[in-house]
DNA sequence: CGGGGAGCGTATCGTATGTTACGTATTTTG
DNA sequence: CAAAATACGTAACATACGATACGCTCCCCG
């Protein structure tokens, strides 16, 4: 998905920038700063496209050639040749240029404000991305969710189940070794996965089983979920913005922002989210929580 | 053009609420409001229409059905089954108003950052907090000492060895889980004090040590680490601010900020450190750490 | 165990949308 | 000033898109 839009967008600068004769030095050429740069070779028609269209930028691009071409008060093969003069194909191809940039300028509404410039070394991105990610994760996370999965993990009737992938596992269990302190029957599944598929005999509708799954999602803990979900077990997914295949089966979904400038992805806004719902869950447990884990100290 | 989608926008806005019970009081509800508000009364197939798009808000709404079905895993008809729920006639009368919305959002961008105006609970504090840990930890981390961690971590002339403590052994874990696949010989302690201290015997002044650990420090640790130093080996501490004793034995000491509105101590800026870490140490390590991978990558 | 209902996907249909050909208007140039 | 070239809009066209009818499957309740 990214890779595939990422080349799209490289293939356009290239035909873009290539008779502009501005060499490979160009960084990230948005289409707004394109048409400032051909707005001047444009005839009248046209230039009126591109006026309407900075003047309500992006929004009246991605609506019909029709709406257009209205608002811009030319006609609709004005708008089409006004977006061919700009390197494009034709118009769903603009539309899609126009979406992946706000997308990209979505993701990331800190970072392009505070670019520190006196931090030249590895670091700061990354942790710049971070900050982000955390800050984007936790604004599509509304706190009635928050609270609705930390009612149902403090729901100690049932048991419950955690389990990552190869990357992730380590979050399942940090978690698990938090809650296990203040909640009976709390398993973190580890081992092969022939020793989680012989603990599904014990799960049923009342138990909740939590599972961190990020790109590239594991075969085995997708099959694993459909066999627990086909149970009646209450899945809350841990996964990255593109989702897990493991959504379909989930009754609570965490999509949690991955993407840093780094080879690897970031599980630091899932860690976060685990964080706060431990704390959650901590807090509705009181007092019974505090009472545990007092008699848990009595028992070293 | 204007008044009209206003209009259309209330009209909805009325049929909204009008069912919900909650009067006319109700400012403006965005449509992640309204997904939130009617996602648990959802069939499973729509569910996964809308966590698919709060997970990607807005940009994959504005695209064609078919990519948004394509996405989200399930047909055009329950996309478009998903969006008369919320209370659209058609489907570009939902994406008018997701690109409303979206007009209104960019035209003033304050509003961007108070986009959650609910935030009255728990989870606000706790990110807010997480996210000054995090600021404060990088604050006081030099890139230099950063690079000079790197740089050790990077030359796998000596053996690493990674352990932690009770709820910091998943972030060695997930550290050992990166490193364990750009470079050979390194090695997570699990199970027992003993079975680490077995592992004494191996180590020497060319190898690397990394231990986590955070109050209340571990005894066992502590032991741990005073042997390794006499061996000679090099001691990496990611600890909290007040220092575990095992700084004493350290050559580099990661001190990260812990403290957050919860029962509980926070690891998130120590993971973002070892995140940091692990993407120093495999940019440094180019382009061994790619054919490394790629080599693994053949024995799937 | 059998009947009813809800949920979801496949396949088909109608239409809105982008596209293109062509003619007219306007500007440019010799 | 004439003639050509460029620009622009009208109208017809084709396609891709959203809408819908239908049937299968699963689950709940009697």
């Known amino acids: 998905m990214i890779s595939y839009s990422l080349f799209r967008f490289v293939k356009r600068l ?21 048409i ?18 900075v003047a309500n930028y992006p929004v009246i691009g991605l609506k019909t050639v029709a709406d257009f071409s209205q608002q811009a008060g030319v006609s609709s093969p004005t708008i089409l040749r006004f977006v061919a003069r700009l390197g494009f194909q034709n118009y769903p191809e603009f539309q899609s240029a126009l979406q992946d940039e706000l997308a990209a300028q979505l993701q990331s509404p800190a970072s392009r404000t505070t670019i520190s410039p006196n931090r030249s070394d590895a670091a700061s991105p990354m942790i710049e991305a971070t900050l982000d990610n955390l ?3 936790f604004r599509h996370l509304s706190d009635k969710q928050l609270n609705e999965i930390a009612e149902k993990m403090a729901d100690h009737r049932g048991h419950m189940f955690l389990i990552g992938g190869r990357f992730t596992d380590p979050l399942a269990r940090y978690m698990a070794a938090h809650l296990a302190i203040i909640r009976p029957n709390v398993f973190h599944l580890v081992g092969q996965e022939s020793m989680w598929r012989d603990r599904l005999i014990d799960m049923g509708k009342r138990d909740v089983l939590v599972i961190f799954d990020i790109r ?22 841990f996964t990255d913005q593109w989702l897990s295949p493991i959504a379909r089966f989930a009754r609570h979904v965490i999509a949690g922002r991955t993407a840093v400038p780094s080879p690897w992805d970031s599980s630091a806004a899932l860690f976060v989210v685990a964080e706060t719902l431990i704390g959650a869950v901590t807090r509705q447990m009181e007092p019974d929580s505090a009472r545990r884990i007092r008699e848990m100290e009595g028992l070293r």
């Open 14 to 34: 290239f035909r873009n920038v290539g008779d502009t004769g501005l060499g490979t030095q160009t960084t990230t050429t948005s289409i707004a700063e394109l």
């Open 135 to 137: 800050r984007e994760t």
């Open 36 to 53: 400032a740069d051909r707005i001047d070779s444009m005839p009248a028609g046209e230039r009126r496209a591109a006026q309407t269209l």
């Open 216 to 237: 590239r999602y594991q075969d085995s803990l997708i099959r694993f979920a459909e066999k627990a979900h086909q149970r009646g077990v209450q899945i809350v997914l």
